[in-house]
Nanobody, 113 residues
C-alpha cells in the first residue's frame, strides 16, 4: 500500500488547511486510516482515525476543529483543519492499517503569524 499525503503549508492562527492522503488501493479494503502528527521535540501522536465503516475518532486537542473524511471514489482520505493554533504545528502523516501499518510521507503544517 502506498500513501501520498499533500496539502500542508503555512497558515495564520485561526486559519484552515485541508490535507489529503491518496491510497494506492481501494480504501474500502483498509480497516483503519489515521492521521498522526509529530511536533519538534515531541513523540508522534494520533490525531484522528476513520474506519472502513466510516466511524471516526479524534484526539481531544483537535475535536471540534478537525474533521476526517474520505472519498471512496478517489481512494482518498482528507483532514480538514479549522481554527488552527500554533500548537498544531507539526509534520502530519497518514497511516493505514492493512494487515500491517503503512505510512505515507509527512506533510509540514506550520501555524504562525
Amino acid at each position: 500500500v502506498q500513501l501520498q499525503a499533500s496539502g500542508g503549508g503555512l497558515v495564520q492562527p485561526g486559519g484552515s488547511l485541508r490535507l489529503s492522503c491518496a491510497a494506492s488501493i481501494s480504501i474500502w479494503r483498509i480497516a483503519l486510516m489515521d492521521w498522526y502528527r509529530e511536533a519538534p521535540g515531541k513523540q508522534r501522536e494520533l490525531v484522528t482515525t476513520i474506519g472502513s465503516g466510516g466511524a471516526t475518532n479524534y484526539a481531544g486537542a483537535v475535536r471540534g476543529r478537525f474533521t476526517i473524511s474520505r472519498d471512496t471514489t478517489e481512494d482518498t482520505v482528507y483532514l480538514q483543519m479549522n481554527r488552527l493554533k500554533s500548537e498544531d504545528t507539526a509534520v502530519y502523516y497518514c497511516h493505514a492499517d492493512y494487515g500491517r501499518g503503512y505510512w505515507g510521507q509527512g506533510t509540514q503544517v506550520t501555524v504562525s503569524s
